[in-house]
């Protein structure tokens, strides 16, 4: 179900995680239904990003890690615990990337209780630097209702970029509902990319799709070239992946942007390898 005539197409944002308790798995089986899931709808690689805590629920990076350790369709980002009495480890956590284990960082900001341009955050965006991995940031709507939602706020993202310009930050989300501000965050910033992942829960409903689509083309207008910065991504489990590759189709790019959009800004973001993408998803 590859989406119009794009070479590949990449999903830059999906988790492993449980969300509903009648339907909990082990990891390892969420693994391949998450690999059963991309065969189905032709995604060639995957952006598994781990959760800011740990639960039943909710597996460790490490467990993440070793689960896709087998599978080259797939890479890690690390969630990040900045709150309360179990922070993430950041000795363990360059580790892991220095090691190639992890290809980047993702902040929770409003669900960790914290804005995004936190002044503590600077110790991980030095990280980011160093290593020359993306952080990705929440922004917008929150699934839990203890969350904050005005410290996702994506005009935060505009403070942390101009502060660190080395760093490349993606944020999730598009901000919604402020679509118009993460718009002028991507239009302002070379450096901030977007994913479209996470627009509703399960499926669209058809007066939803028509505003969402509506939304985004209005963003696209205002960036002017939104290939450069635009990446394909659902939210897996919590959104279904085919309606995201009918969302896709509707959004009128041109055959460059929807390269861009479908895989090409996603693989320079992550450094993933484009003659693996060509060798990696068994092929009919």
């Not at 990891?27 to 805590?53: C, F, P, Q």
């Not at 922070?87 to 960790?112: A, C, N, Q, W």
């Amino acid at each position: 179900m590859r989406p119009m005539s794009s070479r590949f197409l990449i999903d830059a944002h999906v988790h492993l995680n449980n969300y509903h308790e009648s339907t909990r798995k082990p990891t390892v089986e969420n693994v391949r239904e998450l690999i059963a899931k991309m065969d189905d709808i032709g995604v060639d690689h995957a952006i598994v990003i781990t959760s800011y805590k740990v639960d039943m629920d909710r597996p460790s990076a490490e467990e993440v890690i070793e689960a896709l350790a087998e599978n080259p369709r797939t890479t890690v980002v690390e969630g990040l615990r900045w709150r309360g009495e179990q922070r993430t480890d950041m000795f363990s956590l360059e580790e892991r990337i220095r090691d190639g284990l992890v290809k980047g960082i993702k902040l929770y900001p409003g669900y960790d209780h914290y804005p995004i341009n936190d002044p503590s955050l600077e110790a991980v965006f030095r990280v980011a630097a160093k290593h020359d991995v993306p952080v990705m940031i929440h922004t917008g709507d929150t699934y839990a209702k203890t969350a904050k939602v005005r410290m996702a706020h994506p005009l935060l993202v505009d403070d942390v970029a101009v502060d660190y310009p080395d760093v490349r930050f993606v944020m999730c989300h598009l901000g919604n509902p402020w679509f118009q501000d993460a718009a002028e965050v991507l239009y302002k910033n070379d450096n901030v990319y977007a994913d479209i992942s996470g627009l509703t829960l399960g499926e669209f409903t058809y007066d939803f799709e028509r505003y969402v689509a509506m939304r985004l083309k209005d963003m696209i207008t205002y960036m002017g070239d939104p290939g450069k910065q635009l990446m394909y991504g659902t939210d897996w489990p919590l959104v279904h992946m085919k309606p995201y590759v009918k969302l896709l189709q509707e959004l009128d790019f041109t055959d460059e942007q929807l390269e861009n959009v479908a895989w090409r800004t996603a693989a320079k973001v992550f450094a993933i390898d484009e003659s693996k993408l060509a060798t990696a998803r068994p092929r009919g």
